[in-house]
């Protein structure tokens, strides 16, 4: 009977192919027991009776065997068709992990070797610096984690440099102060006009500039008293005289 083969197939392939393979079984057994029902309440036909009395059995283990046969053939191969199905959607998973995992490592190496040249770059640079090459400034580096780094440097080696030029600033003013002291001494002792060089400070050579101009101002004073009391004591002489 032809109805019963596609009752058997039909909706056994339909659930193989939207529900889980399992459910084959429990549709197998609710077919099963239709045809069961049907063989033995729906009202039979004299066609029907005339086919069960010459081979009976058959009429009803037909559609049974092919049932068994499709659930039997259908089941595995549906579910290694899942199973490949599932192994292939955890290999993609795994490749798309070690994909990523690739490429983070690779911006890792990349991140650390960039910092490794600004290190290297900043420590080149401080030992220039520290050499004596004081005009160099860190330049800003390419990994943003160092950039507070490289500015505190920059401010470190800034106040550095301005201590340095204090340093030179104050020992150039001690000697440039020693050279007016000796000066003075000199002056003093051999009871002559000041006489210094510019130094090249400007404080020291302003002092000595006004020190100079005070015994100028002093002697030219000295000169017209001098001349003075010469003019008096010849104007006495003559009067004497007469």
Same mark, same amino acid.
């Given at each position: 009977?032809?109805?019963?083969?596609?009752?058997?197939v039909e909706p056994t392939l339909v659930a193989l192919a939207l529900l889980p393979p399992?459910?084959? %079984?429990?549709?197998?057994? &609710?077919? #099963? $027991?239709?045809?069961?029902?049907? %063989?033995?309440?729906?009202?039979?036909?004299? /066609?029907?009776?005339?086919?069960?009395?010459? /081979?009976?059995?058959?009429?009803?283990?037909?559609?049974?065997?092919?049932?068994?046969?499709?659930?039997?053939?259908?089941?595995?191969?549906? !579910?290694?068709?899942?199973?490949?199905?599932?192994?292939?959607? !955890?290999?993609k998973k795994i490749a798309k992990v070690q994909h990523d995992q690739a490429e983070r490592?690779? !911006?890792?190496?990349?991140?650390?070797?960039?910092?490794?040249? +600004?290190? $290297?770059?900043?420590v080149e640079m401080l030992t220039q610096t520290i050499n004596g090459n004081q005009q160099?400034?860190?330049? &800003?580096?390419?990994?943003?984690?160092?950039?507070?780094?490289?500015?505190?440097?920059?401010?470190?080696?800034?106040?550095?440099?301005?201590?340095?030029?204090?340093?030179?600033?104050?020992?150039?003013?001690?000697?440039? #102060?020693?050279?007016?002291?000796?000066?003075?001494? #000199?002056?003093?002792?051999?009871?002559?006009?000041?006489?210094?060089?510019?130094?090249?400070?400007?404080?020291?050579?302003? &002092?000595?500039?006004?020190?100079?101009? +005070?015994?100028?101002?002093?002697?030219?004073?000295?000169?017209?008293?001098?001349?003075?009391?010469?003019?008096?004591?010849?104007? &006495?002489?003559?009067?004497?005289?007469?």
């Open positions: 009977m032809p109805i019963f083969d596609i009752i058997v399992s459910s084959v %079984f429990i549709l197998a057994a &609710i077919n #099963a $027991a239709f045809i069961g029902l049907i %063989f033995t309440f729906m009202p039979r036909t004299p /066609d029907l009776i005339q086919v069960m009395q010459f /081979d009976g059995h058959e009429v009803v283990t037909r559609p049974l065997y092919l049932l068994i046969f499709v659930v039997g053939v259908c089941y595995p191969v549906m !579910r290694s068709v899942l199973c490949a199905i599932v192994m292939g959607d !955890r290999a490592e690779a !911006r890792i190496a990349r991140e650390k070797s960039v910092l490794d040249q +600004d290190i $290297a770059q900043m160099l400034r860190i330049p &800003i580096p390419t990994s943003p984690s160092l950039g507070p780094i490289a500015d505190s440097l920059n401010i470190l080696l800034a106040r550095i440099r301005r201590s340095i030029q204090s340093d030179y600033e104050l020992q150039h003013t001690r000697q440039a #102060a020693m050279l007016l002291l000796e000066a003075l001494r #000199a002056s003093k002792h051999e009871q002559e006009l000041l006489q210094l060089r510019y130094v090249g400070n400007p404080i020291i050579d302003a &002092i000595a500039m006004e020190l100079m101009a +005070d015994q100028k101002h002093a002697s030219l004073k000295t000169s017209q008293k001098h001349g003075s009391s010469h003019l008096l004591q010849s104007r &006495i002489e003559r009067g004497e005289e007469s």
